[in-house]
């Protein structure tokens, strides 16, 4: 018992406490045989902008697809520039260079690993166009200084929410706060789907409605195609699976977020920062920073305890980018440094307090030793 495996997610345990309703719902889509589009899929959009406070909600088939098709419908194009940061997943940019446009990069805030702001001015150019932040782990970007740069110089915000469903920043349900808000239903994300899936909510009518035909063929009726659009649908599967589950969401983030508090104080004294929350967290990840980082992941591994980095090459670093695609970046000294010392510990809304334990029993044993 006191070596059985602790994952970084645990997805069976989750679907054990759901897996009958998860059942149903997939047995009664397969009834209906309405696989593409249809009832279900409209469904699951209203309830999800529903719950993130916005109007509009428009499926996708992934967190990549979603961001895609906000930067098409917002008018990203060749010759624009886009900034984000350079510590995140790569679909970021990909996003941003599959419009042809630039993945101009800045540094994060050493304490939130979010976009600083004090690094956009630095970067702007005369064709900058919008910016992505990242609310990385499970917390939001500073969106009060990002929205005010934004308005400021007429830029467009697109949130990239994809670990952030439920977080909040003053108020507001994150990516409600920009033009539009991207999420993934990755099955590790928060809100996890059987397969891949993704979302955009906004409360821009024009944006909403250019999304949804941009997703399907950029077609108003079956075979009228306005303008040249992708097949980039959320699956009617994938969506009966989503209404289920968004139903534990708020429940799955307070466990989360009580897990989060006490790794916060079964670590405390230790040589290791701790994550900071400016706002509501909903920790996607659980990530604290060490020295001998490397050391640490393999002391646990040897416990049968698997960690993760999240992430461990920086995209200005990325061989696809060094090797003749155009990406720009700033100066990355918190990025590069943060990437040697970070440390997703084990955590999903299931964990117990003896495997809480066992982590960071395995972290005090490490700084002993
Ligand atoms: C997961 C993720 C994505 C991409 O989502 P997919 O559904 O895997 O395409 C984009 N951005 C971030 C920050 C992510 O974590």
């Not at 054990?16 to 047995?27: K, L, M, P, V």
């Not at 992941?297 to 090797?323: D, E, T, V, W």
Request: charged letters at 25%; aromatic letters at 8%.
């Amino acid at each position: 018992m006191s070596d059985m495996p602790i994952p970084l997610v645990d997805l069976k345990a989750q679907l054990r406490g759901i897996r009958t309703e998860i059942d149903s719902a997939i047995s009664e889509t397969l009834d209906q045989t309405a696989f593409i589009m249809g009832d279900r899929v409209r469904r699951f959009e209203r309830e999800f902008a529903k719950y993130c406070g916005t109007s509009h909600g428009v499926g996708a088939s992934s967190g990549t697809t979603a961001l895609h098709l906000a930067l098409v419908a917002a008018g990203v194009g060749p010759g624009d520039e886009v900034i984000t940061v350079s510590h995140t997943f790569i679909a970021t940019a990909e996003a941003i260079l599959h419009c042809g446009a630039i993945p101009v990069l800045v540094d994060v805030d050493p304490e939130t690993y979010t976009m600083d702001p004090q690094r956009l001015e630095e970067v702007l150019t005369s064709a900058t166009k919008a910016i992505i932040p990242v609310h990385l782990y499970g917390q939001c970007a500073d969106m009060t200084a990002i929205s005010a740069f934004a308005s400021t110089h007429g830029l467009k915000v697109i949130e990239d929410a994809a670990q952030a469903h439920g977080a909040m920043w003053e108020g507001k349900m994150a990516g409600a706060i920009g033009e539009a808000g991207c999420f993934s239903f990755f099955p590790g994300k928060n809100l996890g789907a059987a397969g891949d899936g993704g979302a955009v909510v906004t409360n821009n009518d024009q944006m909403a409605e250019r999304m949804s035909s941009l997703a399907n063929h950029g077609r108003q009726t079956k075979y009228l195609h306005d303008v040249l659009g992708f097949n980039y649908r959320l699956d009617a599967l994938q969506a009966a699976v989503l209404s289920v589950k968004l139903r534990y969401l708020d429940d799955w983030t307070d466990r989360r977020r009580g897990a989060a508090k006490r790794y916060n104080e079964l670590l405390r004294d230790l040589p290791v920062e701790l994550p900071v929350e400016r706002d509501r967290h909903v920790y996607h990840l659980y990530v604290i920073q060490c020295d001998r980082r490397d050391e640490l992941l393999a002391l646990m591994k040897s416990r049968n305890i698997f960690a993760g980095i999240h992430y461990p090459i920086p995209l200005h670093k990325q061989p696809c980018f060094l090797s003749g695609e155009a990406v720009r970046s700033g100066p990355m000294p918190v990025t590069e440094r943060v990437a040697d010392r970070i440390v997703s510990l084990p955590l999903f809304p299931e964990i117990t307090s003896e495997q809480q334990e066992r982590v960071t029993e395995s972290i005090h044993d490490f700084f002993r030793a």
